[in-house]
């Protein structure tokens, strides 16, 4: 079909995905918020930190596994793709409750690692032990499934999936948080997160079973051992996004252990800012996941061009909305601080690191699908060197700098210096990898 229509048929259902995870994650921040209480607030921004590890997990088996099975099926290789597809879901489900054992026997010196004061340490520690310890399998699986449905091309299938567990959050997260409700506050929170995720990992094994004739996604545990024949490509090109999050709470929990310094109410305020400014990244992450099956599909075909007017396409709407964004945010920011504490000191700094985080993220929305092409198709060498740049090897070592120049303040300028060094690097990666298929493709002919 027309490029700009295959496009909108696969981003727009991976873009509404995403908005409704965003709702998935603000909810937890915006109910806990209606308590009144920062200490609880800082204690789900610390604990969530940790729990980004868990798309981590599911990135690595589930981007890796959707950049495989897209480039089989372009291949016409579907029984591949089946056994790869499967031993994705059971080596990410096995990785997931592997690590959430490990999280709750850790939990404390690890909560402390990512900056937890002991005002907000227990309640922490009870968001933790919901969401991470007995919620990673059911997060995992559920990330990992929508990656890999998507990839075969089902992206209203997955798109269903996401916004079915995000309408369960939103109504156990009151139930459970607040005092009108079972009253566990911040570990409310994470017990509504680990039962939504478990109802849309149900959903996605059912939805796979019923078309098991007709899907190149597979729950079949006995195809994991011809699956482990691709764990090696698997892993390479999942590896770069896994570590990408990895290196994000690396980063986050630097960024959270200064702003620490200055109190509970500073670390409050950056849970709030990142919960907005995460609008236009999810957006850009849905703009990437949707492009990600058609970039390998093309790619894997040798239709170079269709594969760079797909993705032109698509990262001229996720740019087009982080522009929109940054014009928001920088005219009601303290509005938009607003709605999810009322407390006024936190509002006056979540509505200033709020301005200064979001000016590069025009940056960002061409990044985040920059990477995605490169794994897309195959390139596991470039998605890993910008992912590393990104998050863990430039921002650290900023954040010392920043707030010995800047104190507290400085720190909110770190990610967008990092965007726009990473977005450089980006486009010059990419330029070389099109101009090489250009002249390979000449060659051909």
């Known amino acids: 079909m027309p490029v700009r229509k295959a496009v909108l048929l696969q981003i727009l259902p991976a873009i509404a995905s995403q908005m409704v995870a965003l709702l998935y994650s603000l909810a937890d921040t915006f109910f806990v918020g209606r308590l009144g209480d920062p200490d609880q607030t800082a204690a789900v921004t610390v604990a969530g930190a940790i729990f980004l590890l868990l798309t981590a997990l599911s990135n690595l088996f589930g981007i890796g596994g959707a950049s495989l099975v897209s480039r089989r099926l372009g291949l016409g290789l579907r029984d591949e793709a089946r056994q790869a597809s499967s031993f994705c879901l059971y080596a990410g489900l096995i990785s997931a409750l592997a690590f959430g054992l490990l999280v709750g026997l850790l939990s404390s010196p690890i909560l402390r690692l990512c900056g937890a004061k002991e005002a907000s340490f227990e309640y922490a520690k009870g968001y933790l032990f919901y969401s991470v310890v007995l919620g990673a399998a059911p997060t995992v699986g559920t990330t990992l499934l929508a990656n890999l449905v998507r990839a075969e091309g089902s992206s209203v299938g997955a798109s269903i999936g996401a916004t079915l567990g995000c309408f369960v959050n939103i109504v156990l997260d009151p139930v459970f948080v607040l005092p009108f409700g079972l009253n566990m506050g911040a570990a409310g929170a994470g017990a509504a997160t680990a039962i939504s995720n478990a109802v849309g990992l149900c959903y996605f094994i059912i939805f796979i079973l ?84 058609l970039v390998g599909y093309n790619y894997a075909r040798g239709n170079y061009e269709r594969t760079e007017r797909t993705f032109r396409f698509g990262v001229s709407i996720s740019l087009g909305f982080a522009l929109a964004c940054v014009l928001a945010y920088e005219l009601f920011a303290p509005r938009l601080t607003r709605l999810f504490i009322g407390d006024a000191e936190t509002v006056g700094l979540a509505a200033s690191f709020l301005r200064r985080m979001v000016v590069a993220m025009p940056f960002m929305s061409v990044c985040y699908p920059l990477i995605t092409k490169f794994q897309a198709m195959g390139k596991a060498r470039e998605s890993l060197t910008v992912s590393v740049m990104r998050k863990g090897v430039l921002d650290i070592p900023l954040y010392f700098v920043m707030d010995a120049v800047k104190p507290l303040y400085g720190c909110m300028w770190v990610q967008p210096i990092v965007d726009t060094l990473s977005l450089a690097a980006a486009v010059l990666l990419n330029r070389r990898i099109v101009r090489r298929d250009r002249k390979n493709q000449q060659i051909a002919q």
């Open 210 to 293: 019923r078309r098991r004739d007709e899907s190149a996604s597979s729950v079949d545990p006995r195809l994991v051992p011809m699956g482990a024949r691709h764990a090696a490509e698997i892993l390479r090109i999942g590896l770069p996004s896994a570590l990408q999050y990895m290196l994000t709470v690396v980063a986050v929990s630097a960024q959270l252990r200064f702003v620490s310094k200055y109190g509970n109410t500073a670390v409050a305020a950056v849970g709030i800012t990142k919960k907005l400014d995460q609008l236009p990244l999810f957006f850009a992450i849905g703009c990437a996941n949707g492009l990600l099956p």
